[in-house]
């Protein structure tokens, strides 16, 4: 028995000498294999912003050796994910993770219908414009936005309309329209000189041989005289809200328009135009092709950009002037100008190609919603011109001072 147990005993000694042997062994092995992240531990995403994985290396003794690497990130959904990294060698293994976590941070943008600023007449009852509210990750949450306002419509003056709106992640916008209560306007004769421009050339080496060029030296002559007499240059909304009898405006106003988006008027054509209106501080509406150019270089405090169709500004006969604006079915011509609206962000004012309209583009436009429009004539605009048939003057290579004097005096 004592025998039994000596040797049962030596036995146990023996396994826990080995046993401790290859633990030893193990342990001193296993910190030899090593894994390590490349990069950070937590990333932090905002929505829709991509990962490029930085991976992690392992070695075992100095010696490289392959990483299998699982993820569970969906880039398309809020959340926290990890990313595994794991390695196996001679039986060992080691693993370690990184957190991936996608956040959004985007305020909601809140898209004003019509104007930013409204002009209203007292006693007159406030519209509601409208708006959309658009999310990066909830999308369409106009239902979700508060509008509030403090308008008193019988009180002269400015008021202001606020729309706000939160996202499921808790970013929130706010945008502010302004409203202004202004006195009845006092219906008289009094005519605004539309002035029309088209190309802008310094000299003849660029090239502008038409009748509808304007040289630079003239067209700056024609700012500082404006300036010196103290005229005021309208915004087209101001010029529209003028047309519908909304307010009233000095005797001494003018609006300069800009037909094409051609030669000299933006900057990468020649840049003539908006440097000028910059120095001078002075306003115009370019009715652009947009088409044809980019709208982003045409980009100023001083000059606003109106549609002069998408892509129907072009020469075609069809047995009603020159126009291709007077060939088309009435819903392409619907088609090309909402697209051109979409563009210039507005449908406020518009002019016809070649001062040439039909029965059935005259309805497009107004079908559309263009509160004006624009041809040529050669006179000043009154309160009594139709909305949609406003003359202007145009502006010739051989227009002089004096003649410039008499249009808009």
Not at 21 to 40: A, M, R
Not at 120 to 128: A, D, P, Q, R, T
Not at 194 to 208: M, R, T
């Amino acid at each position: 028995m004592k025998k039994r147990i000596f040797i049962g005993s030596i036995i146990i000694v023996v396994l826990s000498c080995l046993l401790y042997t290859c633990y030893l062994f193990v342990y001193k092995n296993s910190s030899k294999l090593k894994i390590e992240l490349v990069g950070k531990s937590v990333i932090k995403l905002n929505y829709s912003e991509k990962y490029e994985d930085e991976g992690a290396k392992a070695s075992y003794d100095g010696k490289k050796i392959d990483v299998k690497t699982t993820s569970n990130v969906n880039y398309d959904k809020l959340g926290s994910y990890t990313i595994s990294y794991s390695v196996n060698y001679s039986g060992m293994s080691k693993k370690i993770i990184r957190k991936i976590n996608i956040v959004d941070n985007k305020e909601p943008e809140i898209k004003l219908n019509d104007e930013d600023s409204i002009i209203l007449n007292i006693g007159k009852e406030y519209e509601e414009p409208g708006f959309v509210a658009i999310d990066n990750y909830d999308g369409d949450i106009t239902s979700k936005v508060s509008v509030s306002n403090n308008i008193d419509v019988n009180n002269l003056g400015d008021y202001e309309v606020v729309y706000s709106v939160s996202d499921s992640s808790g970013n929130k916008n706010e945008v502010t329209r302004k409203v202004s209560v202004v006195p009845k306007p006092v219906i008289n004769n009094q005519g605004i000189a539309v002035l029309n421009y088209h190309f802008f050339y310094q000299d003849v080496s660029e090239g502008c041989d038409q009748i509808i060029c304007t040289q630079m030296d003239n067209f700056r002559e024609q700012l500082q005289y404006l300036n010196d007499n103290g005229y005021k240059t309208l915004t087209m909304k101001e010029f529209v809200a003028w047309m519908y009898g909304e307010i009233d405006l000095p005797k001494k106003s003018v609006l300069l328009t800009i037909d094409d988006g051609w030669l000299g008027t933006s900057k990468i054509n020649g840049n003539h135009l908006i440097p000028a209106l910059e120095e001078y501080k002075i306003h115009a509406s370019i009715f652009l092709i947009t088409g044809d150019w980019d709208i982003e270089n045409y980009r100023s405090d001083y000059l606003e950009v109106y549609s002069h169709t998408h892509n129907l500004h072009r020469e075609q006969y069809c047995g009603h002037g020159r126009s291709k604006v007077n060939c088309v079915s009435y819903d392409e011509l619907v088609s090309d100008l909402k697209t051109s609206n979409e563009e210039t962000g507005n449908n406020l004012a518009f002019a016809f190609p070649y001062y040439e309209f039909t029965n059935t583009s005259m309805k497009a436009i107004k079908d559309v919603g263009f509160k004006v429009s624009f041809l040529g004539g050669d006179k000043k605009a009154t309160r009594y011109n139709d909305k949609w048939m406003i003359p202007r003057y145009v502006m010739l290579i051989d227009t002089n001072m004096d003649d410039f004097k008499n249009m808009i005096s």
